[in-house]
C-alpha cells in the first residue's frame, strides 16, 4: 500500500491509503476497525471495476468479506452502500448479491436493510424510475454497538397519546424523537447539489453521517476500501472519528484530498442532514402549467 495523505490535526485525524481494497484490508491491524463503510464497484465498465458480471461481483465479495471481518472489532458494524444494475432494461438487485456473497462468512450477520430513497434520477420510460439504492447493515457478532438516540428524527405526530391502559392520556411518543426506519430520505450527489464532484457515483455525507453517528462509538475508528470522492473520510471528520481509507485510482484520490484540505481550512461545503425543502405555494416551480394534467385527469 502506498501512502497518500495523514493529516493529525486538531479537527481530526485522517490517513488514506493508494492500492488495492483486499491489500488495504490485510494491512490493518485485526480487529482495530469499529465501523467499515463504503460503496463498492460493480460491473459498470469504470476503470476502477474488478468485477465484469453479477458471478464476478459474488466472487470479489466472498474474496473481501472474510478480510473485512478481520479488520474489524468484535461487535464492529460492516455498512455495504449498492445501487441496482440496469442493462439492457434488466435490472439486478445488487445487495441480494451482496447478501448472497455474505452468507460465506457466517460472522457478518444482517441487522438491517436500509433504504436510502432520493427524489431525483434518470427519467425511465419503460419501467418505473429507479428512486431508491440500498445499505446492508452486518456486524461482527451478537453485541454490537448501536446508538439510537444520536439519530432519532422529530416525531410526526408529538402530541399523539395512549389511548388506553395504564398510561391512557400520557403522550406516547419518545420526547427525544422517533427511530428513524429503515428507509431514510436523503437527496443524492446530482446537479446543483453542493457536494457534487467529477466523481460519477458519489453518495452524500449526510448518508454516512447517520451510520456513523448511530455505529462507531465516540473515538472509534472508521474504515472505507472504495473511498472514491472521499465522502467517508469527511463525515469521519465532521463526526470527529478516527479515519482510515483506500483508493485505487488517482484522480478520485486528488478529489479526495482536495476535500479534506477543505474541511481542515473551514472551506468545504456538506450539505446538512434536513429535510428536502418544499416549495411554498404560489412558488413559480409550484405551479402547474396550463397544458399539464391535472391529478383528476391522470386518473381518468
Known sequence: MRPYLSANRKKGKVKIL????????????????????????????????????PED???????????????????????????????????????????????????????????????????CVNRFSGRHETIMWFTKGDQYHFNLDSVRVPQRYPGKRHYKGPKKGEF?????????????????????????TEHPCQFPVALVQRLIRSLCPANGVVADPYLGS???????????????????????????RGRVEDFFSGQLCVRPDVPTRVPIPGEAVSLRPSHFATLTELRQ
Open 18 to 53: 493508494n492500492g488495492d481494497a483486499c491489500d488495504f484490508f490485510e494491512s490493518l491491524e485485526p480487529n482495530s476497525v469499529d465501523l467499515i463503510v463504503t460503496s463498492p464497484p460493480y460491473f459498470m465498465g469504470k476503470e476502477y471495476d474488478r468485477s465484469s458480471s
Open 57 to 123: 461481483f459474488i466472487e470479489e465479495h466472498r474474496k473481501i468479506f472474510p478480510l473485512a471481518v478481520r479488520a474489524l472489532k468484535k461487535g464492529g458494524s460492516l455498512c455495504w452502500q449498492v445501487g441496482n444494475h440496469v442493462r439492457k432494461g434488466k435490472l439486478i438487485p445488487l445487495d441480494a448479491l451482496v447478501y448472497a456473497a455474505s452468507i460465506a462468512t457466517p460472522k457478518l450477520i444482517l441487522r438491517n436493510r436500509i433504504v436510502w430513497s432520493f427524489g431525483h434520477g434518470v427519467h
Open 172 to 196: 406516547s411518543g419518545n420526547p427525544l424523537g422517533k427511530n428513524p426506519g429503515d428507509v431514510w430520505d436523503i437527496p443524492n450527489v446530482k446537479a446543483k447539489h453542493k457536494e457534487k
Open 230 to 256: 472521499g465522502s467517508s473520510a469527511i463525515a469521519s471528520l465532521l463526526e470527529q472519528r478516527e479515519f482510515v481509507g483506500c483508493e485505487i485510482e488517482s484522480r478520485y484520490l486528488r478529489i479526495a
